[in-house]
Nanobody
Framework: QVQLVESGGGLVQPGGSLRLSCAASISIYTMGWYRQAPGKQRELVAGITVDGSTNYADSVKGRFSISRDNAKKTAYLRMNSLQPEDTAVYYC???????????WGQGTQVTVSS
């Protein structure tokens, strides 16, 4: 059974930073995060392939940076200049090359508040 274990969420003041981690039990082609705020649909935040290609939501470009350590099978999301609008549950997501092969982490709460 493939597992994604994510961590790093918490409470931070506006303008602060957090670093999320997502550790996979196997090597996976694409890893990243979606987020879901109360009353809103889940949206893609950022993704990265095993080759290092990245993709970001327009709302986080210039503030968030995604990376990965393939030896550790772990992806990282550095979130800078956090704002209250970033408050959400962040879910790690991983996908193999073939459509339909997808895995989800348990989610971690990020709260940005003064």
């Amino acid at each position: 059974q493939v597992q994604l274990v994510e961590s790093g969420g918490g409470l931070v003041q506006p303008g602060g930073s957090l670093r999320l981690s997502c550790a996979a039990s196997i090597s996976i082609y694409t890893m990243g995060w979606y987020r879901q705020a109360p009353g809103k649909q889940r949206e893609l935040v950022a993704g990265i392939t095993v080759d290092g290609s990245t993709n970001y939501a327009d709302s986080v470009k210039g503030r968030f940076s995604i990376s990965r350590d393939n030896a550790k099978k772990t992806a990282y999301l550095r979130m800078n200049s956090l704002q209250p609008e970033d408050t959400a549950v962040y879910y790690c997501n991983a996908r193999q090359r073939l459509p339909g092969t997808q895995y989800w982490g348990q989610g971690t709460q990020v709260t940005v508040s003064s």
